[in-house]
C-alpha cells in the first residue's frame, strides 16, 4: 500500500454532488434501487441514458480501477461475481462505506486513518494522477487567490506565482508534505485580509457579470417582443414603438438606482480602495525594487556609429521623394522606414574607407588549393 | 588577409563591421591574384577539354584554338554590360543590377566559359539577384520577356551558380556607398542648402562611373566605399576631398577607446587613383566585333561533355545514368539485406502470393 497515504489530503475536503443521502435508507448497494439513484453522495458519476449511474468509483486510496470480476472489496471480500452490481468505492464496496462511515468518522479498516464518509469525493477523471492535481488546484485556487493588483511590481507577482506553483507541484507529488502545509499556514495566516478580500471581489465580479448578461437577456427579450407586437397587432406602429422607448428608458433609470446602491458594498469601487490600503501596508517595505537596466546586445563589430550621423531633418533626397510623400503610407507599410535606408546607405559609405588591398604572394596559391576544381569536377 | 593597419591596432579594438562580410573575407583579391587564378583556371579547363577531345576522337585537339584567359574575361565582361540592358529592359533597381554583375563574376572565377556559356549563367545569375535582393519575379514572366528561353534554362544552372557563389549572396555596393556619400556631403558645414537639387549633376556622372567600374575588378581589389569615392572624386576631385578629410578628422569620442583609428586620406589615396585609373581605362563595354570572334572560337573549343547531342555528352550522361542506377541497385540491395516486412511476418496465411504465382505459372503450362 505504497500509495496509502496519496489522497489523505482529501480528508474534510468534499465534492457532494447528490445533496444529503448519507441517512438515505436505501442507500445499501444490496439493495437494487441503490444502482439506480443519482442522490446518494456517490452518485454523480457518469450516467446511461436511462439515467442510470454506470460503475463509477469513488475512493479513499487507489486501490481498484479495472472493473473486471477480479474487483473484491478488501473489508467483506465480495466480489462482482458474488454480487455483479457491486459499485466499488476504491477501498471498499459502498455497502461497507455505509456500514463503516454511517455513526460519523471512523477509522479506515486497511489504513486506520480517520475518515469521514464526505471524504470521499466522486471521481471525474479516469487517471486519478489528474484527478488528484485537479483537486490539489482547487484547493490551492481557493487561498492563493491574489491578483497582480495586489502587488507592487510585476517581479513579485511573478515570485508569487512561482511559489504557487511550487506548492501545488509539492503536493500532487507528495514532496515534503509537512513542510509545504506549513507554508500553507503561514501564508494562510499572514493573508487571510486579502483572501477573503480577494473571494469577495470575485464573487462581486460573477454577480456583475451575472447581472449584466441577465440585463442583455430583457434588452433582446424586449426587442423580440416589440417585434412580434408590431407583427400581430393592429395598432398604430409609431405608437407601439414610443411605448417600448418609454419602457426601456424606465428600466434602465431602475437599473442605474440599483447599481449605485449596490456598488457601496459589493462593488469594486470598495474593493479597490481597501486592496490599496492592504498593499501599502504590507508591501511598503519593498516598494523601492529598481528596475534592472535593459543591456542590449553586445558584440565586438564596430558599426562606424561615431563616422556619420543621419541628419534629424532629413535629406534632399531624390531616390527617396516617393516614400517620402507617400500620404497614405502604402509604400511603408511593413514598418518601412526611409532613416533605416539612409542610415543602411551611409554606414556602407563608410565602411572600408581605410581597408587596403590585399596582399598576394604566389606561395599562397600552393597553400591555398583552388576550390575551382571541386566545382567543376561535381558538376 | 586583413589590412595593415587593423594588425597594428590594440587587441581590444573592435573589428569594423565590413571585415565580418563575406565580401571582405572570400571575395577581396589583389591584382596579381585574380590574374593567377584566371590563369590556372584557363590552363586546367583547357587541359580537361584537350582530354575529352582525345578521348573520343584522338588528334582532334591539336589544330583548336582554345580561349585564353584575357578573352575569357572580355567574354564575361560584355555579357556583365548585357545584364545592365536586360535590367532596363526589366525596370529592375539598380541593385539587382549590380548583384546579378557581382554573382557573374564571382561565377567565373569558379568556373570557365568553356564550361559554361556566359550568356546562359547571365540569366541565371539575374534571375538569382532578383530573389536575393527582394525584387522577385515570376519565372514565366522573366523567361517570357526574353527571347529563345524556358523556364529550365534558367532554372538548370541555378544551383550551379548558388554553390559556385558557396552560397554567399549578400553583396555590398558601391552604389549604396555612392548614395551614401551623397547624403553625407550635404551634412558638411560649408554645403549650401539647395546644394542636391543644383548639383544633381555630379551625382549622375558619378553614378555613371560606378556603373562602369561594375566592369572592372574593382569590387574585387577594393571596398565599395572606396570605389564610390573614387567615382566621386572623378567628376568632383575637391567635393570627394572635403568629404574624406571630414570623416579623417571627425574626433574619436574620448568613451571609446575600442573603436579603429580614423581611415587616412593620405594611406587611400593611393588606392583611390588606382581606382580611377580601372574605371577610365578598362571600365568599358568590349567591342563586339571582338566579342563575336572570341564566341566563334569559343563554339569550337567548348566542352563537347557540356554541348548537348555530342558524342562526348552523351557518353558523360550514359556514365552518369549508370553511376546512378548502381546506387540504387546497392540502395535496393542494401534494403533487402535486412529486407522484413516493417510490420512483421503475415500471420496466418504464410505464402498468399507464391500461391498465386504457382497457379499462373500451372495455367501457363496448360
Redesign the interface.
Known sequence: MATKSNYGWLQGRTVKKGGNSSSNPHSRSITPQVQSTSSTIFGGGIKDPSGRTSEYFVRHFVLFFNLSMDDQCPVCKSDRYLNPKLRLLVSSCESCIDRLFTLGPAPCPICNKVLRKLAFSPQTFEDLGVEKEVAVRRRIAKEFNKRLEDFDNLRLYNDYLQDVEEIAFNLVNNIDLPATEARIAAYKAANAAITSLNIQREEAEALALKEQEELQRREREAQRELIDKLETSQKDAHKIVAKSRVAAAKRSSARAASSNANSGILGMAFGAEYTKLLKTRTTKANNNVPDVPHVPLQD?????E????V?AGG?????SDAVRKDREGIMRAGGYRVEEA?N?????????????????T?A??QSKP????V??E?? | MPSVDNNASPPSTKKPLYEASTQFKNWRYSPDHLAHIRSTLNEAAVGVIRKTFEAYEPGSSSNVSFVTADEEHLLVTFYIHKIGQLCGHFRFPEEVEATAASYLKRFYLKNTVMDWHPKNVMLTALFLATKTTNNPISLDAYTSHIPNTIASDVLDLEFLVAQSLRFEFAVWHAHRALWGIWLDIQNLPNTPPDFAKTESAIYDSALTHVRAARLTDAEFIYTPSQIALACISLVAPDLANQWLESKENTPIPESRVDIPPRPSSTAISASLEAIRNMITNSGKVPHVEAVREVDKRLKLCKNPEKVVGTKAYLARKAEAEKKAEEKRNKKVEGQKANDRDPFGQELGEPAAKPGLVDYDDESDDE
Not at chain 1, 565586438?300 to 562606424?304: E, I, R, S
Not at chain 1, 543602411?344 to 588591398?357: E, H, N, P, Q
Open positions: 565586438d563589430w564596430y558599426a562606424y561615431d563616422l556619420y550621423t541628419r535629406y534632399d533626397d531624390f531616390f539612409w543602411r546607405a551611409l554606414l556602407s559609405a563608410v565602411a572600408g574607407l581605410d581597408i587596403m588591398t590585399a596582399v598576394w604566389s599562397q596559391s583552388l576550390d575551382v576544381d566545382v567543376m561535381s558538376v
